[in-house]
């Protein structure tokens, strides 16, 4: 047996997949379960996006193309990023990814050494502490808490930032709370990141998955910020096409030659005909999107009621993404054993929420990104499990 590398012995297999493996065994014995563990739109890819991606094939778009992506790609970006988010960026400044997961490696591993600290949310999507533990750097977790709102809290990160802090990770709306941050919180954070010259990442994947009218502000738009950020983006979450792979990066030049090093020595660039579907999701109708957007909102207020209604369990309203963070403590369980109980007793499939960090700890993460009616289901089912133990 070959001794895997160093930098490889810290990092585990997800415990998300954990779960929906655990799920997909139970289904296999035949179980109804409802899964709510995945980050996965349950729509289709809109049709015209499909169209464009196996024209693009037929016409022969099947060669290698740039590395940082055909120009009609980063050109839609740009426009994208300028209509929607107030920022400039040249075609230069911006690589189309391998989905924002390529977007995470490759902005993590150009800029942290060994020893070099990043402030990351806690809870937050695994990639971002498994990545700099990959490079040898330390993540920093700064707390995402239910009492105040999920909102970054300034005076922690003032607390956790050292000589050594190089980076940090904003990420929203967030996976997994489906917090929105607030534009005042936004500013006090970019106030800080320009204090302590950090360089920030900003994972902006769920920005169209934003309700209530709410708006997202990108901090890379705030001053003193468009220089010390690299903006993560990409199409599996607001026009359901996570198989697809695509994403993008944008950052000032400088930063974006380090990356697309590592990016053309790792992918080479994304698929070709992929990137032409990814111009018809930015340039053309908007509409499937907006439809989405309404069913996911409608999904969440049913949701939000539901679990609300429970005796033993509570959860805030989340502005975005798709991702309810639910409140366990009156339980008496840990969220680990939460899951297991809901699965065996409700056959409800969720993910505990200290598999985001510890401040997941009395928490599960639901992904209400399926059906209504399975929704109706798991809360039903969830209800009768929880009257079963909580009088
Ligand atoms: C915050 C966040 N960033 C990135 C990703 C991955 O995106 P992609 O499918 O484009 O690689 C996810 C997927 O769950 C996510 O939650």
Redesign the pocket.
Known sequence: MFRQSAKMQDVPFSSIRKVSAEVAKLKAQGVDVVGLSL??PDFDTPPHIIEAMADAARRGETHYTNNKGIIELREAVCTKLRNDNGLEYDPEEIIC????????FISLTSFLDPGDEILVPDP??L??THVPTMNGAKSMGYSLREENEFQIDVDELEDKVTEKTKMMVI?DP???TGSIQKKETLKKVAQFAVKHDLLVVS?E??EKIIYDGNKHYSIAAFPGMRERTIV?N????AYA??GW???YVAAPYELIDVMTRLHMYSVTHASSMVQWGGVAALTGSQEPVEQMVAEFQRRRDFMVKALNDTKGLSCLNPGG?FYIFLNTTKTGMTCEEFTTFLLHEANVGVVPGTAFGSSGKGFVRISYATSMENLEKAAARIKEAMDGIIK
């Open positions: 980050g996965e990814t391998v989905g924002v997961t390529e977007g995470v937050a999507w990639n971002y990420l967030s996976n997994p994972d994947i769920y993560l990409g199409f599996a979450k096409m996570t792979r695509l994403g993404a």
